[in-house]
C-alpha cells in the first residue's frame, strides 16, 4: 500500500521538500503503525523543513513532531487495530519520520491513548505546543497565584505563546503577551490578555543588574535576551519558565543577583523526555479541567500540499496562532 508524505532531500547543501509515494516498510522499525489523521506545526518543525542539523542529523526526512491518528498494526498487545491515540516528542519528526506522513511506525512506549474527553483533532490543536505550554504553567501555578501580578508571556502570538495566554486566563491570572505587530496584538487582546508590549518596549537596554519589579511570573518561549530582561524584571519570589531559544540559546547580561536578592526561580521545560506519568497526568488536565472552550478558535487548518508555506511563514514570523495538519485520506 502506498501513501503520501513530505520529504526534505539533501542536494548540493539545499534542502529541497518534495511530496513523495512512500510504503510502509520504507518506514523505521517500531512495534506500532499508525494511520495518522492529524498532525500540526511546530518551530522545531519549521528547523527540521529546512534542514536544521540541531533537529534533523540525516536527510532524506520527513518531519512532523507530533501526530494523532489510530493504530493500523500493533506487535504489543496493548494497543489494537482501531484505537486512537497520539504522539507528542521524543525522536518523532526529528530523526524518526513524522506526521507530516500518513502513516509512521515508531516504537509503542512513545504513544498516548486518547483520552475521553479529547478528540484526534483537538490533541493536535495542542500539540507540542500546547503540552510544552501546560507544562510550563503547571510549574508557575504551584508558586504564583493571580493576586500575585501579571504574567508577561514572550512570544505570545506563536504556539507555546497563544496556549499560555489561554490557560492562563482561564485559570484567573492577569496576562500581558510580547508581540510584534497590531494585527499580533489585535488576536492576544481576543484571547483574554489584558495588554501587549512590542518586543522592542520589552527590551533591556540598561544592562542593570535587576529591572524595576514588574512580574510575578513569566513564561518564557523565545530565550536570548529576552529572557535575561525577564529574570531581571521578576518580583520578589517570582517565576520565569523557559522552554525555547527563537531569540537565541545564550543568555547575556546575568547574574546572580535577581536570584540571592530577590529569590526569583528559573525553571527548565523539556516536553521531548517528559516522564510517561507526568505525561498522562498533564494530557488529563488539558482533556478536562484545562479545555478551553473554544479551542478551535484562531486555529489554521491545512492539508500536506499547504504546510510548507506555512512553514515559510512561521520562519518569517507571520504566522499567528497554531496549524494544524489534515491529512486527506
Ligand atoms: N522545551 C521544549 O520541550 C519545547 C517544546 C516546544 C517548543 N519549544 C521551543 O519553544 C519555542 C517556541 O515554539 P513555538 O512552536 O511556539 O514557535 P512559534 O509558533 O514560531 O512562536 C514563536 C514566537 O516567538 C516570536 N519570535 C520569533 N522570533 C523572535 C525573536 N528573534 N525574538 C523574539 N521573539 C521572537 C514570534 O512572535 P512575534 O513575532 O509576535 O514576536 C513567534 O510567534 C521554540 O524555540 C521551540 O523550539 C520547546
Not at 547580561?253 to 528559573?266: Q, S
Amino acid at each position: 500500500m502506498n501513501f503520501k508524505a513530505i520529504r526534505i532531500f539533501e542536494e548540493d547543501g539545499q534542502y529541497i521538500p518534495k511530496i513523495v509515494e512512500r510504503k510502509i516498510e520504507d518506514l523505521p522499525k517500531g512495534d506500532v503503525v499508525i494511520k495518522v489523521l492529524y498532525s500540526s506545526l511546530n518551530y522545531k518543525d519549521a528547523l527540521s523543513c529546512t534542514g536544521n542539523k540541531g533537529v534533523t542529523r540525516n536527510f532524506p526526512h520527513t518531519p512532523g513532531i507530533d501526530a494523532a491518528g489510530v493504530v493500523y498494526s500493533s506487535e504489543n498487545t496493548d494497543f489494537k487495530a482501531g484505537e486512537e491515540v497520539f504522539i507528542t516528542g521524543y525522536d518523532l519528526g526529528m530523526n524518526t519520520d513524522g506526521g507530516f506522513g500518513e502513516y509512521i511506525r515508531i516504537p509503542s512506549s512513545w504513544i498516548i491513548k486518547k483520552p475521553k474527553n479529547l478528540s484526534l483533532k483537538e490533541a493536535m490543536i495542542y500539540g507540542t505546543a500546547g503540552f510544552t505550554s501546560a507544562l510550563s504553567i503547571y510549574e508557575l501555578i504551584l508558586i504564583v497565584d493571580p493576586e500575585d501580578g501579571p504574567i508577561l508571556v514572550t512570544g505570545a502570538s506563536g504556539g507555546v505563546g497563544s496556549h499560555s495566554v489561554k490557560f492562563l486566563v482561564k485559570l484567573g491570572y492577569e496576562v500581558v503577551g510580547v508581540v510584534e505587530n497590531e494585527e499580533k496584538r489585535k488576536f492576544l487582546l481576543g484571547l483574554g490578555a489584558s495588554d501587549t508590549l512590542t518586543r522592542d518596549e520589552f527590551k533591556d537596554t540598561t544592562n542593570k543588574a535587576m529591572l524595576k519589579q514588574t512580574w510575578a511570573g513569566i513564561i518564557d518561549t523565545v530565550g536570548g535576551d529576552p529572557l535575561s530582561t525577564a529574570i531581571r524584571s521578576l518580583k520578589y519570589g517570582g517565576v520565569v519558565t523557559t522552554c525555547g531559544n527563537v531569540a537565541g540559546g545564550n543568555i547575556d547580561h546575568m547574574n546572580v543577583y535577581p536570584f540571592i536578592l530577590r529569590g526569583v526561580r528559573l525553571i527548565g521545560i523539556d516536553s521531548v523526555q517528559c516522564p510517561k506519568e507526568k505525561r498522562n497526568e498533564v494530557w488529563s488536565m488539558l482533556a478536562n479541567s484545562w479545555k478551553a472552550s473554544q479551542l478551535e478558535d484562531g486555529i489554521i487548518e491545512v492539508q500536506l500540499e499547504e504546510i510548507l508555506e506555512k512553514v515559510h511563514d512561521m520562519l518569517n514570523s507571520r504566522l499567528i496562532g497554531r496549524v494544524i495538519l489534515k491529512h486527506s485520506r
